[in-house]
């Protein structure tokens, strides 16, 4: 069974770092591209980051400078370090594993981030 379990959200003020963590199990966790989306109220599922098997990585142009994501192929995670918050950056953050060969991807559950003072 598939399992990308997220943590690492909640309440953060703006300019303040947050770094999300996302655990995979039930899967080869090397052939899987994994990305980082998120969802404000009201807004389409947008992708945040992502990374590739061989660690080359690509970020949407507003958070491109204040994130970062990296992947641990021993610990099957993949995370997210979040600098500079705003307000904007607010929203459901999703995990999400997606096989290099394979259609379909898994996601996780999802983890609430609130950037405000």
């Known amino acids: 069974q598939v399992q990308l379990v997220e943590s690492g959200g909640g309440l953060v003020q703006p300019g303040g770092p947050q770094r999300l963590s996302c655990a995979a199990s039930g899967i080869i966790f090397s052939l899987y591209v994994m990305g980082w989306y998120r969802q404000a109220p009201g807004q389409q599922r947008e992708l945040v980051a992502s990374i590739t098997t061989n660690g080359r990585t690509n970020y949407a142009d507003s958070v491109k400078g204040r994130f970062a994501i990296s992947r641990d192929t021993a610990k099957n995670t993949v995370d997210l370090q979040m600098n500079s918050l705003k307000p904007e950056d607010t929203a459901v953050y999703y995990c999400?594993?997606?096989?290099?060969?394979?259609?379909?991807?898994?996601w996780g559950q999802g983890t609430q981030v609130t950037v405000s003072s």
């Open positions: 999400n594993a997606a096989h290099i060969l394979q259609r379909g991807s898994y």
